[in-house]
C-alpha cells in the first residue's frame, strides 16, 4: 500500500511539473521582454502616482462644476439683476483650475526625458524616437479613461459657457426686463434726499440728477439728469415741442456706450472748442448735446440718451409727462430695436 501511494505521489508530482513549467517558461519570456523594452526606453519608466491622478480629475471637476455655475447664473438671473461679479469668478475660477490641473499633469504625470547633448538635425529615425518619447511619456498614467472624461466634462463646460451669452440675442432668454421702466405720466421728480423737485429751483449752466418718486433709485432706468436751456436754443426732434417746458429737459443718466453714468455737464467756456452745453460720460468721454435730444456729438456711444418728457403740476414741482424716448442702456441691437415699457 505505501509502494502504491508512492507511485501516486511521484506521478502528481511529474504531471504538475510539466503543467507548471510552461508558466514558469512565459513567466521568464515576459521578464525577457520587459528587461529588453527597458533596455530600448528613451524615456525612463516612471512608476504610478495615483494621488496625482486624482488630483488632476478632482481640479478638472470643479472646473467643470464653475464653468456650469457660470452657465446657471446666467440662465437664472434677469438680466437687471444679473450679478457681473459672480460671473467673473466663476469663469475665473474654472479657467484657473484647468490651468492648475495641466501643471499638477505635467509635473506629476508626464515622464521628463533627460538629455544633455543638442537634438540632432532632422532625420526619419529621430521622428520616430519623438513619436516614441511621446507615448512612453505617458506611461505612468493609470486611469486614462478616467482622465479622458474628466478634461472632456471640464471642455464640454467651458464650451456651453462660452455659448451662453449667445442666448442674450433671444428669442429664448427674457429681454424685457431692459426695457422696463419706472417712469410714468405723473410721476414726481426727486433729488437724492427724496425731495421733490421744483421747477423754478432748476437753474441754467447746472447738473441736476433726478430719480421716480417712491422708485427704487437703483434700478437701471431710474436715474435721469435733468438741465435748463433757453428755450430758443432747443430743437428737439420732431413730436418732442412739449417735452421741455421752460427750457428744463431730462435725459437717462446711463450712457448708451457701455453703460457708465453720464456725471459731467460741460458749459462753454471757450466758445470756439466748446460752442455749446453738453452732457459727457467721463468714462470714455460719450458727448451729448441736450438742445437736440442727446444726439452724440463726440465719442463712441452709438445712439442718443432717451429723453424723458417733463410737465409741471399746479404747484410748480416736475413730473413726468410720460416714458423715456427708447430703451435705456448700451445700444446693442437689441435695445435699439424694442420699446420702452
Known amino acids: ?52 491622478e486624482n488630483l488632476v480629475v478632482a481640479l478638472l471637476v470643479l472646473a467643470a462644476l464653475c464653468a456650469a455655475g457660470f452657465i446657471f447664473v446666467y440662465a ?27 501643471a499638477v499633469f505635467a509635473r506629476r504625470l508626464i515622464v521628463t526625458e533627460e538629455l544633455e547633448d543638442d537634438y540632432p538635425r532632422e532625420h526619419p ?6 513619436a516614441q518619447l511621446v507615448g512612453e511619456s505617458a506611461s505612468r498614467l493609470t486611469r486614462r479613461k478616467l482622465l479622458l472624461g474628466a478634461a472632456g ?10 455659448l451662453a451669452p449667445v442666448l442674450s440675442l433671444g428669442p429664448l432668454w427674457d429681454t424685457s426686463p431692459l426695457f422696463a421702466s419706472p417712469w410714468r405720466r405723473g410721476r414726481r421728480l426727486v433729488d437724492q434726499e427724496g425731495r421733490p423737485m421744483l421747477a423754478d429751483e432748476v ?5 441736476y440728477t433726478a430719480f421716480p418718486e417712491g422708485a427704487d433709485p437703483d434700478e437701471l432706468a431710474s436715474p435721469i439728469v435733468v438741465v435748463r436751456l433757453a428755450p430758443s436754443a432747443i430743437r428737439l426732434p420732431a413730436g418732442r415741442g412739449t417735452w421741455a417746458p421752460r427750457g428744463i429737459l431730462a435725459y437717462s443718466k446711463i450712457c448708451t456706450h457701455a453703460g457708465c453714468a453720464v456725471a459731467l455737464y460741460r458749459k462753454p467756456r471757450f466758445p470756439v472748442v466748446e460752442p ?51 430703451p435705456v442702456g448700451p445700444a446693442w441691437w437689441g435695445v435699439r430695436s424694442g420699446e420702452v415699457k
Open 153 to 162: 466634462a471640464t471642455g464640454g463646460a467651458l464650451g456651453l459657457a462660452g
Open 76 to 102: 437664472f438671473f434677469s438680466p437687471a439683476e444679473m450679478p457681473n461679479q459672480l460671473l467673473g469668478v466663476s469663469i475665473a475660477a474654472s479657467l484657473g483650475l484647468v490651468a492648475l490641473a495641466l
Open 276 to 326: 455749446k452745453p453738453a452732457l459727457v460720460c467721463p468714462c470714455h468721454y460719450s458727448t451729448f448735446d441736450p438742445a437736440t435730444g442727446a444726439s452724440v456729438i463726440f465719442g463712441p456711444a452709438g445712439r442718443p440718451l432717451p429723453q424723458l418728457p417733463l410737465m409741471i403740476d399746479a404747484s410748480g414741482h416736475l413730473r413726468a409727462a410720460g416714458r423715456y424716448s427708447g
Open 203 to 207: 437753474e441754467e449752466e447746472t447738473f
Open 125 to 130: 529615425e529621430e521622428q520616430r524616437e519623438i
Open 1 to 52: 500500500m505505501s509502494r502504491m501511494r508512492q507511485w501516486l505521489l511521484a506521478l502528481a508530482t511529474l504531471a504538475w511539473g510539466r503543467r507548471r513549467r510552461p508558466a514558469v517558461a512565459e513567466q521568464r519570456e515576459r521578464e525577457r521582454e520587459a528587461e529588453h523594452a527597458a533596455a530600448e526606453r528613451i524615456v525612463p519608466a516612471g512608476p504610478p502616482d495615483r494621488r496625482a
